[in-house]
Each structure stands twice: as C-alpha cells, then as structure tokens.
C-alpha cells in the first residue's frame, strides 16, 4: 500500500472514530440535537474501510487462515474484553440491582464476548456500551471472508451458509456494504485516475459526505422505512437505516478510489504527516469502545457517589485520557493477545482442524487474487 494512502486510511478511521465520540458525547454534555451529528453514518465508513483493509491484509500478510484467524481476533478482543470489563464494572456500580439484574447482565457480556449479540431477533447490547453492536456485525464479516478467501471446496460452500445462518438477517443486510471495500481492493488496478483526478474526487467525496449526513439521510430513511412497514423495520435493529447507508455507498467508495490514487503535492503531504497520523489511528478501536463505558463512569456513577455534577469540560477531558491511557495498556498491547493464542494448545487444535480444510492435504497457504494472478 502507498505510504499516502496508507496514512490517508489511517485518518479516516481516527476521524470516523472520532465522529462517532462526539454523537454521543455532544448531546449528553452540551445538549446539542442528538440528530445534529450522526456517528451511524461514521460507522458505515467503518465498514467500508474494514473491507479494504482486511483484504489487504489477508492477501499480503496473513498467508494462512490461522494467521488470519488471530489477527482479526486479537484485533477485536485486545480492546473488547477491557471494553466489556468496564461496561460491566460501570453498570454494576450505578446500579442497585440484585440477582436478575446481575444475570441478565453477565449473560449480555457473554454474548456480546463471542459475538452473538445481534444474531436475528436479538438486540442485546453490551452494558454501558452500546457502540459495540457493530463488533457483532464486524465479527462475522471476518469469519464470512475467511471462509470464502482460505477454505477450498468441498468445505467453502456449506461453511459459507452455515456462517450467514447463524449471523441471521441483520448482519447480512449489511454485508454488502463491508464486501464494497473489498471489492476496492480486489479492483484497485483497475480503479486508477490521475493524482489530479484523485484529489477532486477526495474533496469532493467529503464534501458530499458531510452535506448528505448534514441533511440526517439515515435518519429520515430509517424513519420513512418504519412508517412503510408499520414499525417492523425496527426489528432489524441497527440495520433499520439500509436505504440510508445503501445511498452513502457510492460517496465512501469514491473516497476511498481516491485514497488509493493520491499523488503530487497532496500525496506528498500525506506521506509526511505518515508517522504522526499512523501513532493517533492506533488508538482508534479504544476511542469507539471505551467512550461510552467512560462517559458513564465520570457522568452517572461519579456523581451518584460524589452527590454532585461534573462539569462538561472535566467531563469531556477526563474521558479523553482515560481512553488514551487504556489505549496504551490494550490496543497497543494486542501483540501479548497474538503471542498467547498463537501457543496456546486449545487454540492450535482448533487451527490444526481448519488448516486442514483450507490447505487441501498440504500447508495452508494464501489463495489469495495475487497469487492466482502470478501462477496464471
């Protein structure tokens, strides 16, 4: 990857992350409109970015499904336990619940552990943390594509449907729009332009972006789909806003061709921003799992033991190191998550299992667009 669209993607994620903080901290702390900023929106960049990315990823650096598998998994997990952790330490302390309080709960946790939090009907939310429903959805996008990416027939098939079953109806409504950055990635010689070209398509994809989330889009058509159907499209949980998140598609698509074309003076201006830019995005999983869970804590529990209200600012500050100080001690830890799994003897079991499925009798290796393209 380009060290200009390297870091470029990189300032997406962290500005996407960031968007989705302020949805929820500006309403709660400043009393802005909660409609005035829409994190959702953000979190359909995300999945557009996640499927480039991870394509990326499993052509170039993951050579096998059991890299593969413990990559996306310390991914999640080093920021999501903590995460979970502290939404359930949070929730336990503002709460003078008893025994089913503290059933429904830990088994909320549980759920929400492996991913099963928003599978069909259930919308169970992690305590304290509701910004962890895409996870859910994130999760099974991971084991969908590496299915599809590693495993050889006979197995590929079957696997594929059993994976979109159990995933249900919410999840794969949404799955689309997370195979578009893969798409992206798979098309990239294809989707060249000029560094001139680019750099219009980027301002204006922006641009537009920002214009269309201003004009609430997701809104209105989660609201319009609800009136058409009489409310039962609230059963699709947060995929109620698809018509919304189908019409930003092509706007996150063109950025991100864009992203991958830069050049000149604006690719120049990227690269050197490239270290800085690539240290800020290595917090952003912490940003978006733990803002909730901390503005709860300072918020609610702090002045229900304090008797008394922290100011917004404080607030607002408070939540900002405590996500960068468990960033440091998560995020930028995953490495000991990685190292753990990789010699861990449950775990290398249950790889041994699967490599055998996706190696065809010889060790796994990536059958990745790359390495078909060369052997032709």
Partial sequence: ???????????????????????????????????????????????????????????????????????????????????????????????????????????????????????????????GNGPYWSINYEAWYYIIFGIAFYLRTPYRTPLLILALVLAGPKIVLLLPIWLAGVVLFRYRHILVVSPGTASFMLISSIIAFAYVSSTQLTV???????????????????????????????????????????????????????????????????????HMPLHYLFADVFSKYLHRTLPPNLIFFLCIVGIVSIGFLTEHKRHWLRTWMASNRVYRSIEATIRVMASDKREAASIGWESRRKQK
């Fill in 220 to 290: 209105w058509s989660r609201e319009w789909l609800r009136d058409l159907t009489g409310g039962y499209s609230y059963l699709l949980g947060p995929s109620t806003s698809i018509l919304g998140d189908y019409l930003l598609l092509p706007i996150i698509c063109m950025n991100i061709v864009a992203a991958n074309n830069l050049g000149g003076i604006v690719g120049a201006a990227f690269e050197k921003l490239r270290t800085t830019i690539a240290f800020i995005s290595s917090f952003t999983l912490s940003v978006y799992l733990f």
């Fill in 1 to 127: 990857m380009k060290p200009a669209t390297s870091c470029y993607l990189d300032l997406l994620r962290i500005s996407a992350a960031i968007v989705v903080l302020l949805s929820h901290y500006m309403p709660s702390l400043y009393g802005w409109h909660e409609n005035w900023i829409t994190g959702h929106d953000a979190v359909i960049v995300f999945f557009v970015l996640s499927g480039f990315v991870v394509a990326y990823a499993a052509e170039f650096r993951d050579k096998n499904i059991g890299t593969y598998a413990i990559s996306r998994l310390s991914r999640l997990w080093s920021v999501g336990i903590p995460s979970l952790l502290i939404g359930l330490i949070v929730a336990g302390l503002g709460s003078n619940g008893g025994y089913d309080f503290w059933l429904n709960t830990v088994f909320s946790v549980l759920l929400n552990l492996f991913f099963l939090g928003e599978g069909w009907n259930w919308e169970i939310f992690a305590p």
